[in-house]
C-alpha cells in the first residue's frame, strides 16, 4: 500500500481496529506468543476491529517453513482466526522503496564500517563501562567518500540518523514511557545483505497494514523508542502501544523447559485440550471481572478490555492449567472423548490397530471412559489408567491389594462372586456382543452381598476384595462399572487365578 492510499484511510482506520500479530518461524509457538496472539484476537474482536498475521521471516538463516506452519497450525488449533496474511519476504522491495526515501531525503546513510571495526568499538566501549552504541563515523561520508566505496563494491549497510531529544508515549497497560535518544546510537535499517532490520521491516509493515494497536510482550519497549522515531520520519500517525508483562514460572523465574513443556505443539500432544489452552492463557495477566475460571473464549470476547489486563508478571502455574484442563474434559461427552483419547491409546499400543474399529472393542474403551473420565487432568493419561482393561490377567498387585486378599473372608467373597457370574454367564440374560452393562454389574453385587449378609461380611470386607482381584489396587471406579468393562469372561478368570496365585487356595 503506498503513503497516499495510508493517509486517504485515515478516518477509517479510527473507526475499525486494527491489531496484528507478526511471529518469526525461528521455532514453535511458545507459551508467551502464544498468549500475544490470543490477546491481541480477542482484543481485536471485542473492539469490531481486525487481527491480521505478520510472519516476520527476514532472518533467512533461521526461518523456516516447517515452524511456520507449525505456528499456524498451532493458531488455528487454538481457535485464532485472522483477517489478512502477510509475509515479510515477499515484501523486501518494499522496504527498501521506504529506505531509499529515507535516503533521498537525508534521513539516512550508508554505512560502510566493517564487522570488525564494530565489534572493536563495541568491546571498547564496554571496556569503559559505557553502553555499546554506534560513533557516526558514516554520517559524515563525503559524496566523493561515498563513490569511492560504492566503485570498490564495499558492501553497506543503511543507518537511521537519530535525532537528540525525548521520546514519550502513553502505554495503554503501564502509563507514560519516556526514552532519551542520547542512549540510542545511528540504527541499522537496512542490513548488508539488503534485509530489512527487524525495527525498520515493523514500522514499514505497521504503516502499510494500516495497524492501530500494537499489543505484544514487554521485552519490545526499548524497539518502541527507535519505532516511534521512524514513525514520525516517515510521517504515518503512531500506532497504540501495549506491553503485555513477561510470563515466569512458580520460582519467579523466567519462563523456560524446566518449567514443562514451553511450546503449544508440545501441549497438544501431551493432551491437553484446546479449550482449555486458550481458557488458561487468557487468564495470564487478565481476568473476567466477575471472577470466574472456566469458559470458553467465545464467552469472554464481550468481556474482555485493554485496560483490564495487569501489568504485573504472570504465573505459569502447571497445576493451574491441569485443572483447567480436566474441567474442560468433564464438560466432553464420552464419544467426544473416544475421538480425543484414540490417538494416545495407538500409540500407547494399549490395544491392537487391527481390532480398534471392532464394535466391542470401542464399547469398552467407551466404558472405559465413562469409568475415568473423573480422574483425567489430561488425556494422555487415559491409556495408563486403561491397559490393565485390555489384558488377560493382572500384571501386578500392590501390596494393599495383597494384603486385603489375603484376610480369611476374601476367598469366600470371591468364590461366591465366580458362582455368580458363571451362573449370569450360563443364563445368556445380557447381550454376549457388549456384554454386561453397569446396571447389571450392580445386580450381580448386590446379590453376592446379599449370599454374604448372614456371614456379616460386608462394606470393605465384601468390596475391596473384589476390586483388589479385578485390578490389583484397592482403590479405582465403581465396581459395576469395572465389570461392565472386564466383561464376565475375563472377571472370571482373573478371580479364578488370584484364588490360585494369590490367595494359595
Avoid at 231 to 249: N, W
Wanted: aromatic residues 10%; glycine residues 6%.
Amino acid at each position: 500500500m503506498v503513503l497516499a492510499e495510508r493517509v486517504k484511510n485515515e478516518k477509517q482506520i479510527e473507526r475499525s481496529p486494527r491489531f496484528r500479530f507478526a511471529p518469526s518461524p525461528t521455532g514453535g509457538l511458545h507459551i508467551g506468543t502464544a498468549r500475544t496472539a490470543l490477546f491481541n484476537w480477542l482484543a481485536a474482536k471485542s473492539m469490531n476491529g481486525k487481527l491480521i498475521l505478520r510472519i516476520e521471516d527476514t532472518d533467512l538463516k533461521r526461518s523456516k517453513e516447517s515452524y511456520e506452519e507449525s505456528i499456524i497450525g498451532d493458531l488455528k488449533w487454538l481457535g485464532i482466526s485472522w483477517d489478512e496474511f502477510y509475509r515479510q519476504s515477499d515484501r523486501l522491495k518494499i522496504y527498501q522503496s521506504y529506505a531509499n526515501k529515507l535516503l533521498n531525503e537525508g534521513q539516512a546513510y550508508m554505512c560502510f564500517c566493517s564487522p570488525e571495526r564494530l565489534e572493536n568499538l563495541k568491546n571498547e566501549q564496554l571496556s569503559k563501562g559505557n553502553d555499546s552504541q554506534y560513533d557516526s563515523k558514516c554520517r559524515k561520508l563525503g559524496s566523493e567518500e561515498i563513490e569511492k566505496s560504492l566503485r570498490e563494491g564495499k558492501k553497506f549497510t543503511i543507518r537511521f540518523k537519530v535525532k537528540k531529544g525525548d521520546i514519550e508515549f502513553n502505554d495503554l497497560i503501564r502509563g507514560k514511557i519516556k526514552f532519551s535518544s542520547e542512549i540510542i546510537g545511528d540504527f541499522i535499517i537496512i542490513k548488508s545483505d539488503g534485509t530489512p532490520s527487524y525495527n525498520f521491516a515493523v514500522v514499514v509493515d505497521d504503516s502499510d497494514m494500516m495497524i492501530t494497536h500494537v499489543l505484544r510482550g514487554e521485552d519490545h519497549i526499548t524497539n518502541t523508542a527507535r519505532q516511534i522515531m521512524l514513525f514520525e520520519r516517515i510521517g504515518i500517525k503512531i500506532p497504540y502501544f501495549a506491553h503485555i508483562s513477561m510470563i515466569l514460572g512458580t520460582d519467579r523465574a523466567k519462563l523456560s523447559k524446566r518449567h514443562g513443556a514451553d511450546t503449544i505443539t508440545q501441549f497438544r500432544e501431551s493432551g491437553y485440550l484446546c479449550e482449555a489452552m486458550g481458557n488458561y492463557l487468557s487468564l495470564l495477566s487478565w481476568s473476567p471481572r466477575d471472577g470466574e475460571e472456566i469458559f470458553y473464549l467465545s464467552d469472554i470476547i464481550r468481556r474482555f478490555r485493554l485496560e483490564d489486563i495487569s501489568k504485573s508478571p504472570a504465573i505459569f502455574d502447571i497445576d493451574k492449567l491441569n485443572w483447567i484442563n480436566g474441567n474442560h474434559i468433564r464438560k466432553k461427552t464420552d464419544l467426544e472423548l473416544i475421538n480425543l483419547c484414540m490417538p494416545f491409546i495407538i500409540k500407547k499400543d494399549v490395544v491392537k490397530k487391527e481390532i480398534l474399529e471392532e464394535e466391542r472393542i470401542k464399547i469398552k474403551i467407551l466404558r472405559c471412559i465413562g469409568a475415568f473420565k473423573d480422574k483425567l487432568k489430561v488425556l494422555s493419561d487415559f491409556p495408563e489408567y486403561i491397559k490393565e482393561f485390555f489384558i488377560e490377567k493382572i500384571s501386578s498387585y500392590n501390596d494393599d491389594a495383597i494384603e486385603m486378599l489375603k484376610m480369611e473372608t476374601s476367598a469366600k467373597v470371591l468364590r461366591i462372586l465366580i458362582k455368580e457370574m458363571q451362573f449370569k454367564l450360563k443364563s445368556n440374560k445380557f447381550n454376549k456382543n457388549y456384554g454386561l452393562d453397569e446396571s447389571e454389574g450392580k445386580e450381580i453385587i448386590n446379590t453376592v452381598g446379599m449370599k454374604l449378609k448372614k456371614e456379616k461380611i460386608k462394606g470393605r470386607f465384601l468390596y475391596m476384595p473384589i476390586r483388589a482381584s479385578l485390578t490389583g489396587k484397592i482403590h479405582g471406579p465403581e465396581l459395576p462399572k469395572i465389570i461392565s468393562i472386564l466383561g464376565l469372561e475375563n472377571c472370571i478368570s482373573r478371580l479364578k487365578y488370584t484364588l490360585n496365585n494369590i490367595i494359595g487356595t
